[in-house]
């Protein structure tokens, strides 16, 4: 097992911590995730590292980009709707 921190951007509020631990949980091999709203990090435990990249990918599809990574228009309006599917369905 092995726990990867990642650091995202647009990150608002519990409801985007939901979608992103709700998604990242769906990801085949891993086991928990994080989310910490107040240092933008999403904490992931995996069985191997080679999903990494799918779990960037996936945060990326979210509206959540690793910082460092492009922050478009488009992914700033994916995180609102992901942050409001989170407060739906918590």
Same mark, same amino acid.
């Given at each position: 097992m ?5 650091e995202?951007? %647009?990150l ?7 979608t ?16 910490? %709203? ?9 069985m ?9 990918? /996936?945060?990326?599809?979210m ?10 228009? /488009? ?16």
């Open positions: 092995k726990t990867v921190q990642i995202i951007q %647009n608002k509020c519990h409801g985007c911590a939901h992103i631990e709700t998604q990242l949980s769906k990801i085949e091999g891993v086991s928990k995730v994080n989310v910490d %709203n107040n240092t933008n990090q999403v904490s992931i435990d995996l191997d590292t080679d999903q990494l990249s799918t779990i960037i990918e /996936s945060l990326s599809k509206g959540y980009p690793a910082v460092g990574e492009d922050n478009g228009l /488009s992914l700033k309006a994916k995180s609102f709707v992901s942050c409001a599917v989170g407060r739906m369905t918590k």
